[in-house]
């Protein structure tokens, strides 16, 4: 699972804290997030040599899907991009997808 030690770490000081608000929650997901989106960005440059497909990447995936406006589309977007027999063809496609979930992430948080 991507970046699971330093989640559950995180997780694990900050249940705690007591006072009010969601703050270390936003943290908790603020974290989930870069994680996905860093990996993403690793699949998308990575992809066009190797298959990037796997348990890490369906984790990244079902998060997409679960927290993301479009998710289920966006990641099935993903999915088929990443099953594009040309190495350019799939690179160009899964850059694409990425910059489709960042810009779907940006408009949640706007």
């Known amino acids: ?3 699971i030690c330093s989640f559950m770490d995180m997780k694990r000081k900050l249940g705690n804290v007591s006072f009010g608000g969601n703050w ?3 943290i908790l997901t603020s974290d989930q997030l870069n994680s996905v989106l860093d ?3 690793a699949v998308a440059a990575r992809c066009a040599d190797e298959d990037m ?3 890490r990447l369906e984790d990244a995936l079902a998060y997409v899907s679960a927290h993301i406006e479009k ?3 966006l ?3 993903m999915r088929n991009a990443l099953a594009m027999p040309s190495p350019w063809q799939r690179q160009e496609a899964v850059i694409m997808a990425v910059r489709l979930i960042k810009r779907s992430v940006r408009g949640a948080l706007d």
């Open 53 to 55: 497909r796997g348990d």
């Open 71 to 73: 998710g289920d589309m």
């Open 39 to 41: 990996l993403l960005d």
């Open 24 to 26: 270390s929650e936003d």
């Open 1 to 3: 699972m991507f970046a």
């Open 75 to 77: 990641a099935a977007a």
